[in-house]
Structures are given as C-alpha cells and as structure tokens.
C-alpha cells in the first residue's frame, strides 16, 4: 500500500521540504491552490501565534521555512507541496520517467488521456533507467508520490524503490 502524501512529507529532509515548501507558496496556476495555501496559512498562524494575515505578508522564503518545519501537514497540503515541488524542480526528472515507459507527455505533464497501468517489468526498467541520471532519492520521492497520488495507474511500483530510512519522528 503507498504512503500518504502526509507521510511523504514527514520523510522528507527538512531541505527538501523547504523547496517543496517554496514550490507550493510560489503556485498560482494548480486548482483549488489557494484552499491548500489558507489551510497552511491557518495552519502557520496556529503555530506562530501570529494572524493570518501577517502569516501572508511574510516573505515565501520565510513561509517555506516555517511550513518546511511543520511535521504534521495534511495530506491536501502534502499533496500540493509535493505536486509543486515536482513541476517547478524536477521537470527533467518526470519527463525522463516517462519517455523511458513510452507515454505521451509535455515536459512531464501526462497528456495521454486513457493511461493503462503500466506492468512491473516496463516500470522496473523505467526507475532503473532515471535513477542513472538522476539521484536514487529524488526518483524514489517521485515513484512514491506517483503511487500516493494515483495507486491505479501506478500499483505496480510497490517495492521499486528504496525503503525509507529510520527517522525519529
């Protein structure tokens, strides 16, 4: 069974959800992107006794940060932040995955309208095939994230990536 995006979230280095983080207060494109930026909005000013209109004029970088340091986000924020951060940092990443399983795409964005599940074996060979450009954690983060967000289309990537490190949360 894949992770929820929340727990994909709490695994993330602190760094990396800081990029996520940025991605997601910099989106003003996604749908329903400003339901997800008011929860963290609400979410931060619980957190920083400030109000959340003070939470707003804060600068992204420093809205990323303090979300960046949230453990327990849900998974509608966990979501967009993840979604976010793939798009605006690992484009090359996303399309490489996908020209290496042979489905039509823009720039990672899937354009194929009736997507099968792609089998085991084609997916195996298309997580090997980027991990040798890419890192093993960024492609691990994106074949999880795929499987959290979509488990039909992608329910044969359980087990294709690295078990998660131990971590003390």
Known sequence: MPDRP????KDLPVEKRVRAAEA?????????????QMEATLLLAKRLNFRPKSVLSLPIDRRARHLAQVN???????TRALIAYHFA???PLMAGFLDALGIGHD????TDENLEAPDRDRLAAAVEAVKAT?????VDLYVKTLAALDSDTWQHLDGLTAAPAPRGT
Do not use: C, H, N, Y
């Open 89 to 91: 940092d690992m484009r």
């Open 6 to 9: 929340s727990r994909l979230w």
């Open 134 to 138: 890419f890192g093993s954690e960024d």
């Open 24 to 36: 997601f207060w910099r989106d003003e494109s996604s749908p329903d992107v400003q339901v997800q």
């Open 72 to 78: 327990d986000v849900s998974d509608a924020v966990a």
């Open 107 to 110: 720039q990672g964005l899937i």
